[in-house]
Protein backbone atom coordinates (compact mmCIF):
# COMPACT_ATOMS: atom_id res chain seq x y z
CA UNK A 1 0.00 0.00 0.00
CA UNK A 2 1.37 3.57 -0.51
CA UNK A 3 2.68 5.37 2.22
CA UNK A 4 1.03 8.64 2.38
CA UNK A 5 3.55 10.76 4.45
CA UNK A 6 5.62 10.98 1.43
CA UNK A 7 3.00 13.03 -0.83
CA UNK A 8 4.19 16.25 1.27
CA UNK A 9 7.76 16.55 0.38
CA UNK A 10 8.25 19.38 3.06
CA UNK A 11 6.67 17.91 6.07
CA UNK A 12 8.54 16.99 9.04
CA UNK A 13 9.95 13.47 8.78
CA UNK A 14 11.50 10.62 11.46
CA UNK A 15 14.56 8.19 10.91
CA UNK A 16 14.47 5.91 12.94
CA UNK A 17 18.54 4.11 13.54
CA UNK A 18 18.79 0.93 14.95
CA UNK A 19 22.95 0.66 16.62
CA UNK A 20 25.04 -0.31 19.27
CA UNK A 21 26.42 1.94 22.07
CA UNK A 22 29.89 -0.40 22.00
CA UNK A 23 30.38 1.13 18.67
CA UNK A 24 29.84 4.59 20.06
CA UNK A 25 32.92 6.32 17.16
CA UNK A 26 31.07 4.69 14.23
CA UNK A 27 27.97 5.93 15.90
CA UNK A 28 28.83 9.63 16.27
CA UNK A 29 30.65 9.41 12.67
CA UNK A 30 27.31 8.63 11.27
CA UNK A 31 25.23 10.66 13.06
CA UNK A 32 27.48 13.68 11.76
CA UNK A 33 26.78 12.44 7.86
CA UNK A 34 23.15 12.50 8.63
CA UNK A 35 23.18 15.82 10.36
CA UNK A 36 23.84 17.53 6.72
CA UNK A 37 20.43 15.41 5.35
CA UNK A 38 18.79 16.07 8.91
CA UNK A 39 19.07 19.96 7.69
CA UNK A 40 17.98 19.75 3.93
CA UNK A 41 15.16 17.05 4.67
CA UNK A 42 13.93 18.46 7.84
CA UNK A 43 14.23 15.15 10.03
CA UNK A 44 14.82 14.07 13.79
CA UNK A 45 17.17 11.30 14.16
CA UNK A 46 15.79 8.47 16.57
CA UNK A 47 18.42 6.37 17.62
CA UNK A 48 17.61 3.03 19.48
CA UNK A 49 21.04 1.84 20.89
CA UNK A 50 21.92 -1.45 23.04
CA UNK A 51 25.24 -2.09 24.78
CA UNK A 52 24.26 -5.97 23.42
CA UNK A 53 27.49 -8.23 23.23
CA UNK A 54 28.20 -11.34 22.77
CA UNK A 55 30.51 -11.59 25.98
CA UNK A 56 27.11 -11.14 27.92
CA UNK A 57 24.81 -13.54 29.61
CA UNK A 58 22.12 -14.62 27.08
CA UNK A 59 19.50 -12.80 29.80
CA UNK A 60 20.89 -9.50 30.07
CA UNK A 61 21.97 -9.66 26.14
CA UNK A 62 17.86 -10.24 25.68
CA UNK A 63 17.36 -7.42 27.91
CA UNK A 64 19.72 -4.76 26.00
CA UNK A 65 18.08 -6.05 22.92
CA UNK A 66 14.56 -5.68 23.38
CA UNK A 67 15.19 -1.89 22.98
CA UNK A 68 14.44 -2.37 19.10
CA UNK A 69 10.98 -3.66 19.99
CA UNK A 70 10.21 -0.18 20.95
CA UNK A 71 10.46 0.37 17.23
CA UNK A 72 7.65 0.07 15.24
CA UNK A 73 8.89 1.17 11.91
CA UNK A 74 5.68 2.22 10.71
CA UNK A 75 5.75 5.55 12.94
CA UNK A 76 8.73 6.31 11.02
CA UNK A 77 9.78 7.47 7.67
CA UNK A 78 13.04 5.52 7.00
CA UNK A 79 14.76 3.13 9.00
CA UNK A 80 18.71 2.29 9.08
CA UNK A 81 19.93 -0.37 10.80
CA UNK A 82 23.58 -1.10 11.74
CA UNK A 83 22.88 -5.09 11.19
CA UNK A 84 26.36 -6.55 11.24
CA UNK A 85 27.06 -4.34 14.90
CA UNK A 86 23.99 -4.96 17.09
CA UNK A 87 24.91 -8.44 18.25
CA UNK A 88 21.88 -9.99 16.34
CA UNK A 89 21.75 -10.62 12.68
CA UNK A 90 18.44 -12.14 13.28
CA UNK A 91 17.26 -9.64 14.59
CA UNK A 92 18.46 -7.01 12.53
CA UNK A 93 16.98 -8.51 9.36
CA UNK A 94 13.67 -9.32 11.83
CA UNK A 95 14.03 -4.99 11.81
CA UNK A 96 14.13 -4.53 8.28
CA UNK A 97 11.81 -7.30 7.22
CA UNK A 98 9.31 -5.59 9.08
CA UNK A 99 10.13 -1.88 7.87
CA UNK A 100 9.93 -3.32 4.13
CA UNK A 101 6.27 -4.84 5.19
CA UNK A 102 5.01 -1.69 5.95
CA UNK A 103 6.29 0.25 3.08
CA UNK A 104 9.07 1.93 4.91
CA UNK A 105 11.96 2.95 3.64
CA UNK A 106 14.88 0.75 5.00
CA UNK A 107 18.57 0.38 4.72
CA UNK A 108 20.84 -2.28 6.49
CA UNK A 109 24.44 -0.91 6.91
CA UNK A 110 26.81 -4.60 6.65
CA UNK A 111 24.56 -7.64 5.97
CA UNK A 112 22.91 -7.95 2.25
CA UNK A 113 19.27 -8.84 2.86
CA UNK A 114 17.02 -9.99 0.11
CA UNK A 115 15.21 -7.12 -1.26
CA UNK A 116 16.81 -4.45 1.40
CA UNK A 117 18.69 -1.95 0.40
CA UNK A 118 22.38 -1.81 1.83
CA UNK A 119 25.59 0.01 2.15
CA UNK A 120 28.32 -1.84 3.18
CA UNK A 121 32.54 -1.06 4.27
CA UNK A 122 34.90 -2.28 2.10
CA UNK A 123 36.64 -3.60 5.01
CA UNK A 124 39.41 -5.42 2.48
CA UNK A 125 40.89 -1.84 1.17
CA UNK A 126 42.00 -0.74 4.48
CA UNK A 127 43.17 -4.01 5.86
CA UNK A 128 45.14 -4.52 2.31
CA UNK A 129 47.14 -1.21 3.25
CA UNK A 130 47.67 -1.93 6.52
CA UNK A 131 49.07 -5.52 6.20
CA UNK A 132 51.11 -4.71 2.86
CA UNK A 133 52.36 -0.93 4.51
CA UNK A 134 53.59 -3.63 7.86
CA UNK A 135 55.06 -5.70 5.30
CA UNK A 136 56.84 -3.23 2.90
CA UNK A 137 57.69 -0.53 5.50
CA UNK A 138 58.39 -2.70 8.74
CA UNK A 139 59.45 -5.68 7.33
CA UNK A 140 57.21 -7.96 9.18
CA UNK A 141 57.93 -11.93 9.10
CA UNK A 142 55.83 -13.61 11.75
CA UNK A 143 52.81 -11.92 11.99
CA UNK A 144 50.12 -13.02 14.61
CA UNK A 145 46.14 -12.39 13.92
CA UNK A 146 43.82 -11.61 17.00
CA UNK A 147 39.99 -11.49 15.89
CA UNK A 148 36.64 -11.51 17.00
CA UNK A 149 34.57 -15.27 16.98
CA UNK A 150 36.12 -17.79 14.77
CA UNK A 151 32.80 -17.35 12.47
CA UNK A 152 31.80 -13.60 12.75
CA UNK A 153 32.12 -12.19 8.82
CA UNK A 154 34.35 -9.28 9.81
CA UNK A 155 36.33 -11.67 11.64
CA UNK A 156 36.63 -13.89 8.71
CA UNK A 157 37.54 -11.34 6.06
CA UNK A 158 40.15 -9.37 7.97
CA UNK A 159 41.97 -12.81 8.73
CA UNK A 160 41.60 -13.86 4.87
CA UNK A 161 43.36 -10.80 3.92
CA UNK A 162 46.63 -11.05 6.18
CA UNK A 163 46.38 -15.10 5.16
CA UNK A 164 46.73 -13.68 1.40
CA UNK A 165 49.30 -11.28 2.02
CA UNK A 166 51.54 -13.76 3.65
CA UNK A 167 51.02 -15.85 1.06
CA UNK A 168 52.15 -13.62 -2.09
CA UNK A 169 55.43 -13.09 0.06
CA UNK A 170 55.76 -16.50 0.91
CA UNK A 171 55.51 -16.30 4.49
CA UNK A 172 53.99 -19.16 6.32
CA UNK A 173 50.85 -18.47 8.21
CA UNK A 174 49.15 -21.22 10.05
CA UNK A 175 45.75 -21.74 12.43
CA UNK A 176 49.12 -21.30 15.29
CA UNK A 177 49.20 -17.83 14.12
CA UNK A 178 45.32 -17.12 15.11
CA UNK A 179 43.43 -16.53 18.73
CA UNK A 180 40.49 -14.78 19.63
CA UNK A 181 39.51 -12.13 21.91
CA UNK A 182 36.08 -11.79 21.55
CA UNK A 183 36.26 -8.44 20.78
CA UNK A 184 36.29 -7.42 24.38
CA UNK A 185 39.22 -6.17 26.46
CA UNK A 186 38.38 -8.70 29.24
CA UNK A 187 38.74 -11.99 26.47
CA UNK A 188 42.01 -10.15 25.10
CA UNK A 189 43.60 -9.98 28.87
CA UNK A 190 43.17 -13.53 29.01
CA UNK A 191 44.26 -14.43 25.60
CA UNK A 192 47.33 -12.30 26.13
CA UNK A 193 48.16 -13.75 29.41
CA UNK A 194 48.15 -17.21 27.41
CA UNK A 195 49.94 -16.37 24.51
CA UNK A 196 53.00 -14.94 26.50
CA UNK A 197 53.13 -18.08 28.31
CA UNK A 198 52.48 -19.84 24.83
CA UNK A 199 55.52 -17.72 23.12
CA UNK A 200 58.14 -17.72 26.07
CA UNK A 201 60.09 -15.12 24.69
CA UNK A 202 59.74 -15.53 21.21
CA UNK A 203 57.25 -12.90 20.57
CA UNK A 204 55.41 -12.22 16.61
CA UNK A 205 56.99 -9.06 15.03
CA UNK A 206 53.34 -7.82 14.57
CA UNK A 207 49.66 -8.34 16.64
CA UNK A 208 46.95 -7.80 14.10
CA UNK A 209 43.89 -7.21 15.68
CA UNK A 210 40.75 -7.18 14.37
CA UNK A 211 39.34 -4.39 16.30
CA UNK A 212 41.04 -1.23 18.32
CA UNK A 213 39.71 -2.53 21.50
CA UNK A 214 41.41 -5.75 21.25
CA UNK A 215 44.79 -4.03 20.22
CA UNK A 216 44.35 -1.48 22.98
CA UNK A 217 43.77 -3.97 25.54
CA UNK A 218 46.82 -6.00 24.34
CA UNK A 219 49.06 -3.13 24.06
CA UNK A 220 48.06 -2.35 27.81
CA UNK A 221 48.24 -6.22 29.02
CA UNK A 222 52.03 -6.75 26.79
CA UNK A 223 53.33 -3.47 28.93
CA UNK A 224 52.58 -5.50 32.15
CA UNK A 225 55.11 -7.85 31.43
CA UNK A 226 57.60 -4.83 30.00
CA UNK A 227 56.75 -5.93 26.43
CA UNK A 228 56.42 -2.25 24.97
CA UNK A 229 54.78 -1.83 21.41
CA UNK A 230 56.08 -0.57 18.95
CA UNK A 231 59.68 -1.36 20.58
CA UNK A 232 59.18 -4.77 21.07
CA UNK A 233 56.22 -5.73 18.96
CA UNK A 234 54.06 -3.69 16.59
CA UNK A 235 51.07 -3.70 17.36
CA UNK A 236 47.66 -2.62 14.75
CA UNK A 237 43.65 -2.18 15.15
CA UNK A 238 41.04 -1.78 13.29
CA UNK A 239 37.65 0.46 13.82
CA UNK A 240 39.94 4.37 13.94
CA UNK A 241 38.49 4.92 17.61
CA UNK A 242 38.72 7.99 19.53
CA UNK A 243 40.59 6.38 21.98
CA UNK A 244 43.41 4.44 19.99
CA UNK A 245 44.00 8.35 19.07
CA UNK A 246 44.40 9.19 22.67
CA UNK A 247 46.31 6.36 23.15
CA UNK A 248 50.75 6.03 23.70
CA UNK A 249 51.35 4.72 21.26
CA UNK A 250 48.52 6.05 18.99
CA UNK A 251 46.94 3.20 17.37
CA UNK A 252 47.67 2.16 13.58
CA UNK A 253 44.04 1.48 12.21
CA UNK A 254 41.42 1.13 9.37
CA UNK A 255 39.20 3.92 9.05
CA UNK A 256 35.89 2.25 7.99
CA UNK A 257 34.21 5.91 7.31
CA UNK A 258 30.91 5.94 8.53
CA UNK A 259 29.97 9.35 7.85
CA UNK A 260 29.96 8.88 4.57
CA UNK A 261 28.31 5.49 4.83
CA UNK A 262 25.04 7.53 6.47
CA UNK A 263 25.15 9.69 3.68
CA UNK A 264 24.61 7.17 1.21
CA UNK A 265 21.77 5.37 3.96
CA UNK A 266 20.11 9.01 3.61
CA UNK A 267 20.94 9.34 0.03
CA UNK A 268 18.72 5.86 -0.69
CA UNK A 269 15.90 6.49 2.11
CA UNK A 270 15.02 9.30 0.50
CA UNK A 271 15.31 7.90 -3.10
CA UNK A 272 12.66 5.73 -2.32
CA UNK A 273 10.67 8.62 -0.38
CA UNK A 274 10.40 10.56 -3.65
CA UNK A 275 9.56 7.39 -6.02
CA UNK A 276 13.02 5.25 -6.50
CA UNK A 277 12.29 1.43 -5.41
CA UNK A 278 15.27 0.17 -6.82
CA UNK A 279 17.07 -1.86 -4.44
CA UNK A 280 20.56 -0.12 -3.98
CA UNK A 281 23.45 -2.16 -3.30
CA UNK A 282 26.43 0.39 -2.22
CA UNK A 283 30.11 0.11 -0.97
CA UNK A 284 32.58 2.72 0.80
CA UNK A 285 35.84 2.28 0.55
CA UNK A 286 37.77 1.83 4.24
CA UNK A 287 41.32 3.50 4.38
CA UNK A 288 44.89 2.58 6.29
CA UNK A 289 45.74 5.08 8.88
CA UNK A 290 48.57 5.31 10.00
CA UNK A 291 49.62 5.76 13.41
CA UNK A 292 52.66 5.50 15.95
CA UNK A 293 52.32 1.57 16.94
CA UNK A 294 53.37 -0.18 14.37
CA UNK A 295 56.87 2.95 14.67
CA UNK A 296 56.01 4.94 12.44
CA UNK A 297 55.40 8.75 13.40
CA UNK A 298 51.87 8.85 12.57
CA UNK A 299 49.12 11.17 10.77
CA UNK A 300 48.66 13.81 13.03
CA UNK A 301 50.32 16.06 15.96
CA UNK A 302 49.55 13.56 18.80
CA UNK A 303 52.06 16.00 20.93
CA UNK A 304 48.84 18.80 20.41
CA UNK A 305 46.48 16.49 20.84
CA UNK A 306 47.83 14.83 24.07
CA UNK A 307 48.77 18.59 25.82
CA UNK A 308 44.99 19.43 25.17
CA UNK A 309 44.28 15.92 27.05
CA UNK A 310 46.27 17.16 29.62
CA UNK A 311 44.74 20.25 30.04
CA UNK A 312 41.06 19.23 30.65
CA UNK A 313 42.42 16.15 32.75
CA UNK A 314 41.35 18.30 36.13
CA UNK A 315 37.89 19.43 34.53
CA UNK A 316 37.12 15.85 33.81
CA UNK A 317 38.21 14.62 37.15
CA UNK A 318 36.27 17.16 38.79
CA UNK A 319 32.91 16.22 36.13
CA UNK A 320 33.11 12.36 36.88
CA UNK A 321 33.07 13.16 40.78
CA UNK A 322 30.21 15.15 40.35
CA UNK A 323 28.71 12.88 38.55
CA UNK A 324 29.31 10.11 40.51
CA UNK A 325 27.87 12.06 43.58
CA UNK A 326 24.81 12.70 42.01
CA UNK A 327 24.03 8.69 41.31
CA UNK A 328 25.34 8.24 44.96
CA UNK A 329 22.26 10.62 45.82
CA UNK A 330 19.65 9.07 43.98
CA UNK A 331 20.41 5.80 45.25
CA UNK A 332 20.18 7.22 48.65
CA UNK A 333 17.08 9.16 48.39
CA UNK A 334 15.55 6.18 46.10
CA UNK A 335 16.42 3.28 49.31
CA UNK A 336 13.72 4.83 51.67
CA UNK A 337 10.74 5.80 49.31
CA UNK A 338 7.33 4.69 50.74
CA UNK A 339 5.96 3.95 47.25
CA UNK A 340 5.82 4.69 43.93
CA UNK A 341 4.48 8.04 44.26
CA UNK A 342 7.09 9.20 46.23
CA UNK A 343 9.70 7.73 43.26
CA UNK A 344 8.04 10.34 41.00
CA UNK A 345 8.08 13.38 43.28
CA UNK A 346 11.83 12.63 44.26
CA UNK A 347 12.81 12.08 40.95
CA UNK A 348 11.46 14.49 39.29
CA UNK A 349 12.60 16.96 42.26
CA UNK A 350 16.86 15.57 41.43
CA UNK A 351 16.42 16.40 37.97
CA UNK A 352 14.99 19.42 37.88
CA UNK A 353 18.16 20.48 39.85
CA UNK A 354 20.55 18.07 39.05
CA UNK A 355 20.78 17.90 34.93
CA UNK A 356 24.40 19.18 33.67
CA UNK A 357 25.10 15.94 32.74
CA UNK A 358 21.61 15.03 31.37
CA UNK A 359 21.09 17.87 29.41
CA UNK A 360 17.53 20.19 28.58
CA UNK A 361 15.59 17.18 27.03
CA UNK A 362 15.91 13.83 29.74
CA UNK A 363 12.82 11.04 29.77
CA UNK A 364 12.21 8.26 32.27
CA UNK A 365 9.43 6.13 31.10
CA UNK A 366 8.71 2.76 32.60
CA UNK A 367 5.88 0.29 32.76
CA UNK A 368 2.80 0.65 34.25
CA UNK A 369 2.70 -2.35 35.88
CA UNK A 370 6.31 -2.59 37.27
CA UNK A 371 5.33 -0.55 40.21
CA UNK A 372 1.65 -1.19 40.30
CA UNK A 373 2.44 -4.77 42.02
CA UNK A 374 5.35 -4.76 43.21
CA UNK A 375 4.87 -8.34 44.27
CA UNK A 376 4.66 -9.54 41.53
CA UNK A 377 7.40 -11.12 40.00
CA UNK A 378 9.15 -9.66 36.68
CA UNK A 379 8.25 -13.22 34.71
CA UNK A 380 4.70 -12.99 35.59
CA UNK A 381 4.32 -9.13 34.56
CA UNK A 382 5.52 -9.78 30.87
CA UNK A 383 3.32 -13.02 30.58
CA UNK A 384 0.82 -10.56 31.19
CA UNK A 385 1.35 -8.49 28.43
CA UNK A 386 2.14 -5.20 30.09
CA UNK A 387 5.34 -4.35 28.56
CA UNK A 388 4.05 -2.01 25.84
CA UNK A 389 2.20 0.08 28.77
CA UNK A 390 3.84 3.06 29.43
CA UNK A 391 4.13 6.19 31.72
CA UNK A 392 6.46 9.07 32.27
CA UNK A 393 8.53 8.82 35.86
CA UNK A 394 10.60 11.77 34.42
CA UNK A 395 10.11 14.58 31.64
CA UNK A 396 12.79 17.25 31.41
CA UNK A 397 11.96 19.29 28.56
CA UNK A 398 14.15 22.38 27.93
CA UNK A 399 14.99 21.93 31.19
CA UNK A 400 12.19 21.94 32.93
CA UNK A 401 10.10 19.47 34.85
CA UNK A 402 6.93 18.92 32.97
CA UNK A 403 3.81 16.64 34.14
CA UNK A 404 0.95 14.97 32.08
CA UNK A 405 2.98 14.04 28.97
CA UNK A 406 1.34 11.69 26.54
CA UNK A 407 3.54 8.41 26.14
CA UNK A 408 2.37 5.19 24.61
CA UNK A 409 3.84 2.43 22.53
CA UNK A 410 3.66 5.12 19.43
CA UNK A 411 4.66 8.30 21.24
CA UNK A 412 7.76 7.40 22.86
CA UNK A 413 9.11 10.71 23.04
CA UNK A 414 6.58 12.45 26.29
CA UNK A 415 4.95 15.47 24.55
CA UNK A 416 6.87 15.02 21.05
CA UNK A 417 6.17 17.39 18.31
CA UNK A 418 7.26 17.88 14.98
CA UNK A 419 8.85 21.27 14.86
CA UNK A 420 9.96 22.03 11.77
CA UNK A 421 13.38 23.92 10.42
CA UNK A 422 14.24 22.55 14.22
CA UNK A 423 16.12 18.82 13.86
CA UNK A 424 17.00 17.00 16.87
CA UNK A 425 18.62 13.47 17.63
CA UNK A 426 16.80 11.63 20.37
CA UNK A 427 18.49 8.17 21.85
CA UNK A 428 16.78 5.09 23.46
CA UNK A 429 18.35 3.06 26.16
CA UNK A 430 16.45 0.54 27.81
CA UNK A 431 15.60 -0.26 31.76
CA UNK A 432 16.03 -4.02 32.14
CA UNK A 433 16.38 -6.58 34.88
CA UNK A 434 18.19 -9.48 32.92
CA UNK A 435 15.60 -10.14 29.95
CA UNK A 436 12.88 -8.36 31.80
CA UNK A 437 12.74 -4.47 30.42
CA UNK A 438 10.35 -2.16 33.12
CA UNK A 439 11.25 0.68 31.18
CA UNK A 440 13.39 2.95 28.63
CA UNK A 441 15.46 6.41 28.87
CA UNK A 442 15.66 9.04 26.42
CA UNK A 443 18.49 11.57 25.96
CA UNK A 444 18.04 14.85 23.79
CA UNK A 445 20.77 16.25 21.27
CA UNK A 446 23.92 14.68 22.35
CA UNK A 447 24.46 15.74 26.28
CA UNK A 448 27.11 15.39 28.47
CA UNK A 449 27.13 11.87 28.87
CA UNK A 450 26.74 11.00 25.18
CA UNK A 451 29.46 13.58 23.75
CA UNK A 452 31.78 11.72 27.01
CA UNK A 453 30.59 8.10 25.96
CA UNK A 454 30.05 7.56 29.64
CA UNK A 455 26.37 5.58 28.37
CA UNK A 456 26.90 2.66 29.70
CA UNK A 457 27.83 3.19 33.35
CA UNK A 458 25.52 5.54 33.66
CA UNK A 459 22.85 3.45 32.32
CA UNK A 460 24.12 0.46 34.87
CA UNK A 461 23.36 2.69 37.87
CA UNK A 462 20.30 4.64 37.33
CA UNK A 463 18.72 1.11 36.66
CA UNK A 464 20.23 -0.47 39.55
CA UNK A 465 18.70 1.95 41.93
CA UNK A 466 15.09 2.42 40.51
CA UNK A 467 15.35 -1.71 40.43
CA UNK A 468 16.74 -1.57 43.99
CA UNK A 469 13.55 0.60 45.28
CA UNK A 470 11.50 -1.88 43.18
CA UNK A 471 13.16 -4.34 45.73
CA UNK A 472 13.19 -2.13 48.92
CA UNK A 473 9.47 -2.09 48.22
CA UNK A 474 9.29 -5.56 48.03
CA UNK A 475 11.11 -6.38 51.29
CA UNK A 476 8.68 -3.63 52.83
CA UNK A 477 5.86 -5.62 52.32
CA UNK A 478 7.20 -8.69 52.82
CA UNK A 479 8.22 -7.18 56.77
CA UNK A 480 4.64 -5.18 57.04
CA UNK A 481 2.18 -7.37 55.83
CA UNK A 482 0.27 -10.90 55.84
CA UNK A 483 1.63 -13.12 52.95
CA UNK A 484 -1.95 -15.13 52.85
CA UNK A 485 -4.00 -11.90 52.55
CA UNK A 486 -1.98 -9.10 52.11
CA UNK A 487 -3.24 -7.13 55.43
CA UNK A 488 -0.38 -5.35 57.79
CA UNK A 489 0.56 -7.62 60.23
CA UNK A 490 1.87 -6.93 63.90
CA UNK A 491 5.23 -5.15 62.71
CA UNK A 492 3.05 -2.64 59.86
CA UNK A 493 0.60 -2.41 62.79
CA UNK A 494 3.30 -0.73 64.92
CA UNK A 495 5.04 0.84 61.66
CA UNK A 496 1.55 2.44 60.21
CA UNK A 497 -1.48 2.39 63.11
CA UNK A 498 0.33 4.02 65.62
CA UNK A 499 1.53 6.92 63.77
CA UNK A 500 -1.67 6.94 62.43
CA UNK A 501 -3.32 7.86 66.05
CA UNK A 502 -0.77 10.02 66.88
CA UNK A 503 -1.83 12.13 64.12
CA UNK A 504 -5.35 12.19 64.88
CA UNK A 505 -4.32 13.43 68.65
CA UNK A 506 -2.42 16.02 66.81
CA UNK A 507 -5.38 16.87 64.71
CA UNK A 508 -7.53 16.66 67.35
CA UNK A 509 -10.09 14.02 65.51
CA UNK A 510 -11.40 10.88 66.14
CA UNK A 511 -10.38 7.27 64.64
CA UNK A 512 -12.38 3.81 63.67
CA UNK A 513 -10.74 1.12 66.39
CA UNK A 514 -12.54 -1.87 64.96
CA UNK A 515 -12.05 -5.59 65.49
CA UNK A 516 -13.62 -8.23 63.53
CA UNK A 517 -13.44 -11.63 64.42
CA UNK A 518 -14.31 -14.67 62.20
CA UNK A 519 -17.50 -17.29 63.43
CA UNK A 520 -16.94 -20.64 64.21
CA UNK A 521 -13.35 -20.71 62.21
CA UNK A 522 -12.74 -23.73 63.81
CA UNK A 523 -16.00 -25.22 62.46
CA UNK A 524 -15.31 -24.66 59.07
CA UNK A 525 -11.54 -25.70 59.45
CA UNK A 526 -12.27 -29.23 60.88
CA UNK A 527 -15.33 -30.09 58.95
CA UNK A 528 -14.36 -28.82 55.62
CA UNK A 529 -10.27 -28.51 55.81
CA UNK A 530 -8.09 -26.02 55.94
CA UNK A 531 -8.54 -25.25 52.72
CA UNK A 532 -11.48 -23.67 53.35
CA UNK A 533 -10.64 -22.23 56.53
CA UNK A 534 -8.24 -20.42 54.02
CA UNK A 535 -10.91 -18.72 51.63
CA UNK A 536 -12.74 -17.58 54.79
CA UNK A 537 -10.24 -15.20 56.00
CA UNK A 538 -9.51 -14.27 52.38
CA UNK A 539 -13.49 -13.69 52.08
CA UNK A 540 -13.81 -11.98 54.88
CA UNK A 541 -10.40 -9.77 54.12
CA UNK A 542 -12.28 -8.61 50.78
CA UNK A 543 -15.73 -7.62 52.65
CA UNK A 544 -13.28 -5.97 54.67
CA UNK A 545 -10.89 -3.83 51.94
CA UNK A 546 -14.52 -3.34 50.19
CA UNK A 547 -16.14 -0.99 52.32
CA UNK A 548 -12.77 1.01 54.27
CA UNK A 549 -11.22 4.15 52.84
CA UNK A 550 -8.06 4.05 50.99
CA UNK A 551 -6.79 5.65 54.37
CA UNK A 552 -7.52 3.55 56.60
CA UNK A 553 -5.23 0.49 58.49
CA UNK A 554 -6.30 -3.10 57.60
CA UNK A 555 -4.68 -5.64 59.83
CA UNK A 556 -4.51 -9.40 60.85
CA UNK A 557 -4.34 -9.25 63.93
CA UNK A 558 -4.15 -12.78 64.56
CA UNK A 559 -5.40 -15.93 62.61
CA UNK A 560 -8.80 -15.32 62.25
CA UNK A 561 -8.98 -12.02 64.00
CA UNK A 562 -8.64 -8.59 62.42
CA UNK A 563 -7.62 -4.79 63.48
CA UNK A 564 -9.41 -1.95 61.48
CA UNK A 565 -8.02 1.67 61.95
CA UNK A 566 -9.57 4.67 60.21
CA UNK A 567 -9.09 8.37 60.71
CA UNK A 568 -11.53 11.02 60.54
CA UNK A 569 -14.39 8.78 61.58
CA UNK A 570 -17.19 9.14 63.52
CA UNK A 571 -19.76 6.83 64.81
CA UNK A 572 -22.15 7.33 62.09
CA UNK A 573 -19.50 6.69 59.95
CA UNK A 574 -18.39 3.77 61.67
CA UNK A 575 -21.73 1.92 62.04
CA UNK A 576 -21.97 2.49 58.27
CA UNK A 577 -18.89 0.47 57.75
CA UNK A 578 -19.59 -2.88 60.58
CA UNK A 579 -23.19 -2.82 58.53
CA UNK A 580 -21.55 -3.07 55.12
CA UNK A 581 -19.14 -6.01 56.00
CA UNK A 582 -21.78 -7.48 57.22
CA UNK A 583 -24.20 -7.40 54.32
CA UNK A 584 -21.43 -7.96 51.95
CA UNK A 585 -20.77 -10.87 54.10
CA UNK A 586 -24.26 -11.89 53.72
CA UNK A 587 -24.39 -11.28 50.20
CA UNK A 588 -21.72 -13.88 49.45
CA UNK A 589 -23.39 -16.47 51.76
CA UNK A 590 -26.71 -15.88 49.46
CA UNK A 591 -24.52 -16.90 45.98
CA UNK A 592 -24.17 -20.17 47.98
CA UNK A 593 -20.82 -20.38 46.69
CA UNK A 594 -19.21 -22.06 49.97
CA UNK A 595 -20.92 -25.30 51.48
CA UNK A 596 -21.05 -23.04 54.40
CA UNK A 597 -22.08 -19.85 55.44
CA UNK A 598 -19.17 -16.99 56.84
CA UNK A 599 -19.56 -14.33 59.57
CA UNK A 600 -18.14 -12.06 61.55
CA UNK A 601 -18.43 -10.69 64.88
CA UNK A 602 -17.35 -6.84 65.24
CA UNK A 603 -17.02 -4.95 67.64
CA UNK A 604 -15.99 -0.65 67.63
CA UNK A 605 -14.84 2.11 69.90
CA UNK A 606 -14.51 5.67 68.32
CA UNK A 607 -11.51 7.39 69.83
CA UNK A 608 -11.74 10.51 71.76
CA UNK A 609 -9.17 13.18 71.16
CA UNK A 610 -9.52 14.94 73.94
CA UNK A 611 -8.41 11.76 76.13
CA UNK A 612 -5.14 11.65 75.26
CA UNK A 613 -3.31 11.83 78.47
CA UNK A 614 -5.73 9.04 79.69
CA UNK A 615 -6.30 7.05 76.40
CA UNK A 616 -3.42 4.83 74.08
CA UNK A 617 -4.23 3.08 71.19
CA UNK A 618 -3.77 0.11 73.17
CA UNK A 619 -6.61 0.85 75.19
CA UNK A 620 -9.23 1.21 72.50
CA UNK A 621 -8.06 -1.88 71.10
CA UNK A 622 -8.81 -3.43 74.44
CA UNK A 623 -11.81 -1.89 74.56
CA UNK A 624 -13.03 -2.77 70.69
CA UNK A 625 -12.23 -6.52 71.74
CA UNK A 626 -14.13 -6.82 74.71
CA UNK A 627 -17.47 -5.40 72.69
CA UNK A 628 -16.48 -7.83 69.90
CA UNK A 629 -16.10 -10.74 72.40
CA UNK A 630 -19.31 -9.72 74.15
CA UNK A 631 -21.00 -9.44 70.63
CA UNK A 632 -19.67 -13.42 69.60
CA UNK A 633 -20.54 -15.04 72.88
CA UNK A 634 -23.92 -13.69 72.71
CA UNK A 635 -24.80 -14.62 69.18
CA UNK A 636 -22.85 -18.35 70.16
CA UNK A 637 -25.13 -18.74 72.77
CA UNK A 638 -28.31 -17.96 70.53
CA UNK A 639 -26.85 -20.30 67.81
CA UNK A 640 -26.61 -23.28 70.48
CA UNK A 641 -30.44 -22.68 71.48
CA UNK A 642 -31.30 -22.96 67.90
CA UNK A 643 -29.46 -26.11 67.66
CA UNK A 644 -31.24 -27.68 70.88
Not at 359 to 367: H, L, P, T
Not at 461 to 475: C, D, F, G, V
Request: charged residues 30%; aromatic residues 10%; negative net charge.
Amino acid sequence: MANKRYNNKRMKKKIAVCANGWNYDMLLSALNGMKEHALKEDFDTFVFLSFASYSEHVDLMRGELNIYELLDPADYDGVIVFSTSINSEELAVEICQKAKTVNVPVVSIGLDIDGIHSVKVNNETGMRELVDHLFDKHDIKRPFFIGGFPDHVDSIARLNVLKEACKERGIEFTDDNVAYGRWNNTDTDTLIEELVEVWNGNYPDALVCANDIMALAACSKLQEYGILAPQDIIVTGFDNLSEGKEFYPALSSVEQNYKEIAKKACEIIFDEINGDKTVKREMVESYFYCGESCGCKGEEDYSASRLLYCRHAYKRDTDARLLEQNERNIRKELTDMENYSELKATLREHYKNNHQFEGEGFYICVNKGFFNDVMINESELWAKGENREFEELVSLKNGEIVTGLNVDEHMIVPGYTKNSGETHVYFFMPMHSLQYNYGYVVLTDFPYIVNNNILYPYMEKLQQSIKLMRTNLRLKILYERDQMTGLYNRFGYEQKALPLYEESLEKKSSMLVMFVDINYMKHINDKFGHLHGDNAIKTVVSAINENVSNDSIAVRFGGDEFLVISPDCDDEKASKIRDSIRDRLDSINNEKINPYDISVSIGYVVTDPMKRQKAGLQDYIKEADKIMYEIKKEMHMRMDRRKR
